[in-house]
T-cell receptor
Framework: AQSVAQPEDQVNVAEGNPLTVKCTYS??????LFWYVQYPNRGLQFLLK??????LVKGSYGFEAEFNKSQTSFHLKKPSALVSDSALYFC????????????FGGGTRLMVKP | KAGVTQTPRYLIKTRGQQVTLSCSPI?????VSWYQQTPGQGLQFLFE???????NKGNFPGRFSGRQFSNSRSEMNVSTLELGDSALYLC????????????FGQGTRLTVV
């Protein structure tokens, strides 16, 4: 069985400061890892993914994430937060042997204050 | 390229009724997955369809069912609605090639009263 943990329900950061949203995962096979963002009353918007290769992946809107196999983590980062980054962020894992089923973490609300 | 389209966007139903939700995937995508999002349980996988066949199923009762048509459009049906079925239902489409991401629709907000 696969699982994802996002240990922080909410992350608060000041505009212009770096941000990190944490994610750890558990999967039996090789993981495919994803970050999605959700704005109020909207669906999920894809940010970035790790499939293989470089441990640091870059995505949309200046976000990046670092895959750490030994710590089974995939933390989302951004060097300089914007107020418009305030939203709900979900980490997800897919076992590459289990079709297209995504298992999501519980979500982390990011609040960026001016 | 048009995105994933879900209809209707909002729905209010009474306990005991049934409901059908529709999803049109991105053109060329043959895999459609459904998820339920609630404040208490978060995002939970319902089922995945590919080439009109159910490939994966989550841990939901048999009242939740789905199907996929030859044009890849998918419907999900919930019978004998319960108050706890109130949720945002999200549809995701993908090409099912290894490593590709899923693209989500805006969801259908179902309220059961």
């Amino acid at each position: 069985a696969q699982s994802v943990a996002q240990p922080e329900d909410q992350v608060n950061v000041a505009e212009g400061n770096p941000l990190t949203v944490k994610c750890t995962y558990s999967v039996s096979g090789n993981p495919y890892l994803f970050w999605y963002v959700q704005y109020p009353n909207r669906g999920l918007q894809f940010l970035l993914k790790y499939i293989t290769g470089d441990n640091l992946v870059k995505g949309s809107y200046g976000f990046e994430a670092e895959f750490n196999k030994s710590q089974t983590s995939f933390h989302l980062k951004k060097p300089s937060a914007l107020v418009s980054d305030s939203a709900l962020y979900f980490c997800a894992v897919r076992d590459n042997n289990a079709g297209n089923m995504l298992t999501f973490g519980g979500g982390t609300r990011l609040m960026v204050k001016p | 390229k048009a995105g994933v389209t879900q209809t209707p966007r909002y729905l209010i139903k009474t306990r005991g009724q049934q409901v059908t939700l529709s999803c049109s995937p991105i053109s060329g995508h043959r895999s459609v997955s459904w998820y339920q999002q609630t404040p208490g349980q978060g995002l939970q996988f319902l089922f995945e369809y590919f080439s009109e066949t159910q490939r994966n199923k989550g841990n939901f009762p048999g009242r939740f069912s789905g199907r996929q048509f030859s044009n890849s459009r998918s419907e999900m049906n919930v019978s004998t609605l319960e108050l706890g079925d109130s949720a945002l239902y999200l549809c995701a489409s993908s090409s099912r090639q290894k490593g590709t991401e899923a693209f989500f629709g805006q969801g259908t907000r179902l309220t059961v009263v």
